[in-house]
Structures are given as C-alpha cells and as structure tokens.
C-alpha cells in the first residue's frame, strides 16, 4: 500500500535529509520510503501536499488526558489550588467511564492539533477498571500514545501486582505502549525509587519522574546511582546548573511545560540553561485545566521567554523540542519525530495558504511564531490518514461531546463545586 505526498514544502528535521522548498514524501506500508523534489509513483495514493507544509508530527511526551473534562476552569489556579480541585475534590468522583471520555477526548483532541505520539502521564488510579479504560481509551484514538501509569497516585503499593498486570495488557509492538511514572525523591524514599527503577528496567519500560521547584533531588539520585538514561524528569525548575549536567551525563531527558510553570509559580522555564547544561530539552502541554492543549502555544511560550531572557534559542530549536528530540526522550526515535526513509509516515500537513501565515517565507520560522492548531490540514500517523480536510477521519465526535459533558456535570455535582467560573479550590494552609 503506498501513499504520495506530493507538491508540499518540506521541514524534515534531519539533517541528512534537509529541507525541499517543492518536495514529495513516499510512503509504503506505512513506512517513509522515500523523500526528494520528485518522486515518480503512479501506482500511490495521492495526496496534493501543495501549499501545504510538511513536517513530522509533535511529540508531546507528557499529558494528563484525565482531566479533559475540565478543561479551563483552572486557568487562574496556583499549583496548591490545582492540587487541592483535580485531586482532593474531583478525583474521588471519577468512574472507569469518565477516565475514559477524557482520555479520548483529550487524545483526540491532541490529534486534531497535530501531536502523533504523546506520553499519557495517568495518576488517575483508584481501581484496575479506571487503568484499563485509560488504556482502552488510548487504544480507540487512532494515534501512537504511551500509557505512563503513575506510581504512589492511587495504586496500591508497591506497585509491581499493578504495573505487571498493565504490561501484560500492552505487550508487542502496537501503537500503544506503555511507561511507568516513577514517585521520586520529592514523594517518597530512594529505596522504593530504586525498586520502581528495578521493577521497569526488567519489563522494559521507560520511566517518567515529575520533579517540580525543590532542588536537591537528582543530586540524590545520582549519590544513589539512580540516574538513568531511560528516564525523563519532567518540570525540574528549581534545579541547579549542577544536577543538570548530573542529567545530561546520565543520558536522561527533560520535559518542560512553560505555560503550566510560568502561570502556576514554578518559575522559568529550564529551556537555555539545559541547554547549557548539555541537554536536549523537549516540551509538553501537561493540564489542559490550566492551559491550552496544543504545541504551538507551548512553543511560543518557551521561544519568548528565553528569548526575553538571554536571546537564545532560534525557532528550528523549538521544532526538535517537539519532534526529535522529544521522541527520543520517549526511547521512539528509531520509529518517529522526523521525515526519515525507514521512519514510520507520522506526518502532518500545515496550511501554508491560511491568512494567519500566509505568505510562508520561512517555514519553521512561521510555525513557531504564528502557527495554531487551524493549520492542521492532514494527520498521517503510521501511515494512515487519521485526518483529512481539517477533519478526523471516522470519529463521532457529537456522541463524545454529549458524553464528557455528562461526566463533567456528573462529576462535579459529586464534588460539590461550581461550573460557573467561581471556582477557587483553597489550599490548606501550613
């Protein structure tokens, strides 16, 4: 089965393969094949790519898709008034079907915007029914997700009846697979951190960390011989420049979320001073109660910040945040995050004919500093079109709609709180 992309501007994010101001894209099998200004393929698919651009799908490599249903009523909220409302107020209310509205919807939605692969970080956990229906959910969108099950969240501990009954469930080589998201050092104590790291390193799974404004933690971890190259540490404000080059000699990875750190009082963004520390950082939405759910935002906001901070950063940096490098980070960049022969065709097609980027001189320049989720024309992940004409493919999206809403009302009437924009959880106080 072979599909042509055909006429689009190219951004492939590999350098060995560069950038085709006029350029095709073959796709067999769901494979990239092959990339140049003209491929001859009269027995293909065609897809007319013209005044389109071209580019590997966003990797978005940490999420909390649970929490779709209440998208924006947190945009005002500190990180303890976020705590208090989406774990100590609406969590307990949440049934295996309202897990399941959320996460697909929220996947969707991270579909319709262009992400093709994106790290679930679940710490939604009050029964085996609640992860299965997450994992169910994950399944029915059509996009390559990884479902990182939360330790300490809600699981039983320890965790290994839990995470080994979930693994048993996503084994092989689809297009859901699964990550476990460790406690850390900030939430429990190195010894269980070492038995988590043990207990993925034998099922083979990448592991997610969050560490949040407290430094300190990785210098821990590295005293310990914790540090891992198949771990990424999400946040990581309050880190000094030291235990950031801990982290890159340790091969792992960092995922910064700037509009969440920024409005809920983590501080800047780590973005240049990884850099400076040696390592690749990537980027992710993390909560769309607070902010907007798609990765030109979060581009934006990481691009203006350290820009205001020090001039750093150009705009191509920003577009490997979100592809290649944040798929490496997920251990898939054999597999995704750029337009490689031998990668799999997740690829995604911009309008290049919008008025809001129209004309288009500089493409990557353009995505970073005017792109938006409108663009989307086409989603292609592993070679399937999962959207078309700015339209998922085969989605009842009416039935879903009724269906969170329900879960929303459901939930919140459980919990008691408003849905009228009054809502201000209150932290207990030290």
Sequence with gaps: MKTLLTGGTVVSMDPSVGDLAR??????????????????????????A??????PGFVDNHRHTWQT????????????????????????????????????????????????TMLDWYHVAQTPEHE??????????????????????GTPDPVDAAVRRVRADLTGDGLVTMALGLRGPEATDLDTVARELELAAGLGLRTSMHVDVVGGAVADLREHGL?????????????????????????SSLSISPDVELKMGFGSPMTGRALAAGLRPTLSVDDVPSVGGDMFSTM?????????????????????????????????DGRTGSITPGK?????????????????????ATIVSAGHPGLIDTVLVAG????????????????????????????AAAAGVPLDGTWRPQPVSE
């Design 23 to 48: 350029g095709d894209v073959l796709i067999e099998d769901g494979v990239i094949v092959e990339v140049a200004a003209r491929i001859d393929a009269p027995d293909a698919e065609m897809i007319d």
């Design 132 to 153: 299965d229906a997450a994992v169910a959910a994950l399944r029915d969108a059509p996009g390559r997700s990884i479902f990182c099950l939360g330790a300490g969240w």
């Design 300 to 332: 934006r906001t990481a691009f203006a910040v350290q820009r205001g901070l020090d001039g750093g950063l150009r705009s191509r940096e920003l577009l490997a945040f979100t592809t290649v490098d944040a798929a490496a980070s997920c251990g898939l």
């Design 344 to 364: 799999d065709a997740d690829v995604i097609l911009l309008r290049a004919d919008d008025l809001t980027v129209f004309p288009v001189t500089d493409p990557a």
């Design 69 to 116: 249903a209440f998208r924006g009523v947190g945009a005002d909220w500190t990180f303890p008034e976020w705590a208090v409302a989406m774990h100590g107020t609406v969590k307990p209310h949440y049934q295996p079907e309202d897990v399941y509205a959320g996460t697909l919807l929220g996947r969707l939605e991270a579909l319709h915007s262009g992400v093709t």
């Design 384 to 411: 399937r079109v999962v959207k078309r004409d700015g339209v998922l493919v085969d989605v009842d999206l009416q039935t879903l709609r009724t269906r969170l809403l329900e879960s929303r009302d459901r939930i």
């Design 50 to 55: 013209t005044d389109r651009i071209v580019m």
């Design 227 to 251: 540090l891992r190259d198949t771990t990424t540490f999400v946040h990581g404000n309050g880190l000094g420049d030291e235990e950031l080059r801990m982290l890159a000699d340790a091969g």
